[in-house]
């Protein structure tokens, strides 16, 4: 069989939360959201499609919207930014918590450990990560200069973790990010 005869892949839909009072309300422009899709373009290499969100840092509506994401959508991997700190109104590990089945402590503790190497403060994100039935929401920090470094530092492992929920098979650009699937 060749590539040609095989049928075409559906693409992943990817969920995009921007959590931020001042973005979602016009004070300043999005940044996190655009950063998080530019460096999803540079890793993933098989068709993906964005569903973005701006939003306040609301408990509810943040739970809200990773619902709407995960079972309404139909999204394979959800990432937030923003709201994972430690001032009042940071409550998104909290959303995540409440709609996450089971909870991946691993993605937040290797994002934390690199980013203590660009920053000290890395230790004040409680970034979490969790599965939604098939889904697979990540907490990333508000800092859009954080999404690199964090999305670089668990992306090896999405790919395989997707395939072990049964959502959409991701596949990447091996010379941005080497996916590792060890049954493969
Ligand atoms: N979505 C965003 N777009 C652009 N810059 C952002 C964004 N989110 C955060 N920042 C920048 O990073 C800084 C720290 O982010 P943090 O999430 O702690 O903001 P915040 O103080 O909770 O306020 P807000 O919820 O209104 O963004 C902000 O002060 C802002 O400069
Ligand atoms: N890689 C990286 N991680 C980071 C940061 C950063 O600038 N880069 N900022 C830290 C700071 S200052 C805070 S307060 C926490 C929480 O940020 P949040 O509330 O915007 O999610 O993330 C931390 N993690």
């Known amino acids: 069989m060749t590539d040609a005869s095989l049928p075409p ?10 959590i931020s009072d001042r973005a979602s309300c016009g004070i300043y422009e999005d940044k996190g959201g655009p950063a998080i899709v530019a460096e999803l373009r540079r890793i993933v290499a098989s068709p993906w499609m964005a569903e973005a969100r701006v939003i306040p840092d609301e408990l509810d509506l943040i739970a809200a919207t990773l619902v709407e994401l995960c079972d309404v ?5 959800v990432v937030t930014t923003g709201g994972t700190g430690p001032a009042p109104r940071d ?4 959303a995540t ?14 994002m934390r450990s690199v980013s203590l190497r660009v ?12 599965i939604r039935g098939r889904s697979l929401i990540i907490n990333l920090p508000g800092k859009p200069s954080a999404i690199h470094d ?3 530092a668990v992306f090896p492992a999405i790919p395989y973790c997707l395939d072990l929920t049964g959502a959409g098979r991701i596949d990447t650009d091996p010379a941005v990010c080497v996916a590792f699937r060890p049954k493969s």
């Open 150 to 152: 964090c999305l670089m």
């Open 91 to 94: 409550v998104t590990p909290e």
């Open 119 to 130: 920053v000290p403060t890395a230790i004040l994100s409680r970034q979490t990560a969790g």
């Open 9 to 18: 892949t559906e693409p992943v839909k990817i969920g995009i939360v921007t």
């Open 73 to 77: 959508a139909g999204c394979d991997l």
């Open 97 to 110: 918590e409440r709609v996450c089945d089971k909870m991946m402590p691993g993605f937040g503790e290797l």
